[in-house]
């Protein structure tokens, strides 16, 4: 009597790593097509960080370098070296406040245009055509294309702040406001996801507990 014989045929070393490679195109595929939106919103997040951390470090050396007390209540202007105080009741003082703390963020940021304007930079960064004495805007774009904004609010109080990695702050007295977007004009142009706004107040930006 013949006993039945058993065949088995194994895969080779190049078909196992064959099959490997098809599989890891199909599911880089997969992942980049069924997930864009997560892959971008980390690209911006790690982008909102690395400006928010220019910001940051241009603001410590504004206060050691180009204040009158090493706060912000008296800027020193960097090109015409005069003291400008925020509190200063005359508007053209207060302009020319906001003209001065521009200057000393251009002096450590480097800028490629100033200002910005509707042609050239987002909505929520592009300066106003005629700012208002509690509007007060002075904008450029920085080298990598993020676009930046400097407002002074004359009321000290701003209800809402989103910026990277931090919680709202809500009634913070402050000087006024930086807004931020990292990639100029390209969507989503939303707050909290590639627009962002810093609080400033007398001791710098303002971060909440």
Do not use: H
């Not at 470090?57 to 912000?72: E, F, H, P, S, V």
């Not at 005359?90 to 002096?107: E, G, H, P, Q």
């Amino acid at each position: 009597m013949q006993k039945n014989k058993i065949i088995t045929k194994a895969f080779t070393m190049a078909e196992a790593i064959l099959v490997m490679t098809i599989l890891g195109i199909i599911a880089t595929i997969m992942i980049t097509t069924l997930k864009p939106a997560k892959f971008k919103e980390k690209g911006l997040k790690v982008l909102a960080k690395k400006v928010l951390s220019e910001i940051d470090n241009a603001t410590t050396q504004i206060m050691l370098n180009d204040t009158k007390l090493g706060d912000l209540k008296y800027i020193i202007d960097p090109e015409s070296k005069v003291v400008y105080d925020i509190e200063d009741a005359n508007i053209t003082n207060k302009m020319n406040y906001v003209i001065a703390l521009r200057n000393a963020y251009k002096k450590y940021l480097t800028t490629i245009r100033t200002p910005c304007d509707a042609a050239n930079c987002s909505d929520l960064c592009a300066t106003s055509a005629s700012p208002t004495s509690n509007e007060l805007k002075r904008s450029f774009i920085l080298k990598d294309g993020a676009c930046m904004r400097i407002l002074l609010e004359m009321t000290s109080v701003f209800e809402q702040t989103i910026f990277p990695g931090e919680t709202e702050i809500r009634g913070a007295q402050l000087l006024g406001t930086i807004t931020f977007d990292i990639n100029n004009k390209e969507e989503p142009n939303l707050l909290g996801k590639d627009i962002f706004i810093l609080p400033i107040g007398i001791e710098g930006i303002i971060y909440s507990e």
